[in-house]
């Protein structure tokens, strides 16, 4: 500090403060929200906060300044956030012929109910794309969320699915119950014998759930998990908040009270998320044959979610994943927060991003081997 200057002084301090600012990030992943839930704030800022301190790492590096390595060091210390935010793979093009090398092709995507009730779309047909999406993946594997069965004729039915998929059994559980004929839920679709299926109940006051379905793999069996995580459940008055969050002056009172109610969301949401993962994690440990989770996870890789539900599994996206990998097409949270995951005896030989805007959104897929 002696030798620095007054202006490199200050520019200093503020870097030490975005250091503090960036490992505190890092305990996101660890400290439960349920404990101290401002925390996961940080978690879903890491990426802006990386960027912060390689901007400062950039700068003292310009004027050869030894400064610039307590910016490196806290980086390199949250080498796996990098990894797990971002990816490069080379020669990924290749897909691998699941039929002929004995894999399973998995996709998992969170279908938005089919849109039949998105008044804001003009497109009546989206059901139709979304099923035309996952029939031509021929996958052996589907895992829904925000799934809808419905049998008045608004989208196509599960009886449908079922008679068009290759994957053509179908394990289904539903946390909404409207009527015999509309049912809101998740489902796993499989082309291979499902031999035994167990839910994973969140309690009352949430619309989200968990499920697994058991899966003989030609004689072998493993276990599929489907999870849709506590959802923040903003409506269009929050986000018309968020949007002019920058635009208001600071005594706009309605402005502070939509921000309030904002935060009050998240607080709940954070806070029954981990709750949800624990209860899910407990699950996998306890399982008696390899696993496969996919999911929405309504969180970011900096969460304690993921890090809570991943630390058994190995995340397909970082082994063979490319860029940020984001899955969500919405204002908030913009980064990826859906996942497929697996046990250690798996292998994952490819992994995609559908680019495909019909939901919220993006379905995800991977090629899987059973070792």
């Known amino acids: 500090m002696n030798n620095l200057a007054w202006?490199?002084?200050?520019?200093?301090?503020?870097?030490?403060?975005?250091?503090?600012?960036?490992?505190?990030?890092?305990?996101?992943?660890?400290?439960?929200?349920?404990?101290?839930?401002?925390?996961?704030?940080?978690?879903?800022?890491?990426?802006?906060?990386?960027?912060?301190?390689?901007?400062?790492?950039?700068?003292?590096?310009?004027?050869?300044?030894?400064?610039?390595?307590?910016?490196?060091?806290?980086?390199?210390l949250g080498w796996t956030h990098i990894k797990s935010h971002f990816q490069a793979h080379w020669g990924n093009d290749t897909i691998p012929n699941n039929d002929a090398c004995h894999t399973l092709k998995i996709i998992s995507y969170n279908v938005r109910l089919f849109a039949i009730y998105d008044d804001s779309s003009k497109d009546k047909?989206?059901?139709?794309?979304?099923?035309?999406?996952?029939?031509?993946?021929?996958?052996?594997?589907i895992c829904m969320q925000e799934f809808m069965y419905n049998n008045d004729g608004y989208i196509i039915s599960a009886d449908s699915m079922q008679q068009s998929f290759k994957a053509h059994e179908l394990h289904a559980e539903y946390s909404n119950v409207f009527n015999p004929t509309?049912?809101?839920?998740?489902?796993?679709?499989?082309s291979y014998p499902i031999v035994n299926k167990g839910r994973i109940d969140f309690g009352k006051g949430t619309n989200n759930i968990c499920m697994y379905t058991d899966i003989?793999?030609?004689?072998?069996?493993?276990?599929?998990?489907?999870?849709?995580?506590?959802?923040?459940?903003?409506?269009?008055?929050d986000y018309v908040t968020i949007e002019?969050?920058?635009?208001?002056?600071i005594d706009d009172e309605k402005q502070w009270m939509g921000i309030k109610k904002i935060l009050r969301k998240l607080k709940i949401a954070f806070s029954r998320r981990a709750s949800?993962?624990?209860?899910?994690?407990?699950?996998?440990?306890?399982?008696?044959?390899?696993?496969?989770?996919?999911?929405d996870f309504n969180d970011t890789p900096g969460s304690y979610t993921y890090h809570t539900v991943s630390e058994k599994l190995?995340?397909?996206?970082?082994?063979?994943?490319?860029?940020?990998?984001?899955?969500?097409?919405?204002?908030?949270?913009?980064?990826?927060?859906?996942?497929?995951?697996h046990s250690d005896n798996i292998e994952c030989l490819y992994y995609e991003r559908i680019d495909k805007k019909l939901s919220d959104h993006y379905p995800v897929s991977a090629i899987l081997k059973v070792k």
């Open 125 to 141: 047909t989206t059901d139709n794309k979304i099923f035309d999406i996952i029939k031509n993946s021929n996958a052996d594997i």
């Open 276 to 295: 949800q993962a624990e209860l899910v994690a407990e699950s996998i440990n306890n399982s008696p044959y390899p696993v496969i989770l996919c999911g």
């Open 182 to 190: 509309n049912k809101l839920g998740i489902a796993t679709f499989s």
């Open 7 to 76: 202006p490199n002084k200050i520019i200093f301090i503020v870097n030490i403060l975005c250091t503090l600012l960036l490992v505190a990030s890092y305990s996101a992943s660890y400290i439960s929200p349920k404990i101290f839930w401002p925390l996961s704030f940080l978690g879903l800022a890491y990426p802006f906060i990386l960027i912060l301190n390689i901007a400062f790492m950039i700068y003292w590096a310009l004027f050869q300044k030894k400064q610039m390595i307590l910016s490196l060091i806290v980086i390199l």
């Open 244 to 249: 002019k969050i920058d635009d208001s002056p």
């Open 314 to 341: 190995n995340d397909s996206f970082i082994e063979k994943g490319n860029g940020i990998g984001n899955t969500y097409i919405g204002l908030f949270p913009s980064f990826r927060i859906d996942y497929i995951l």
């Open 216 to 237: 003989d793999v030609k004689g072998d069996t493993i276990r599929v998990y489907c999870a849709h995580f506590q959802s923040i459940r903003f409506g269009k008055e």
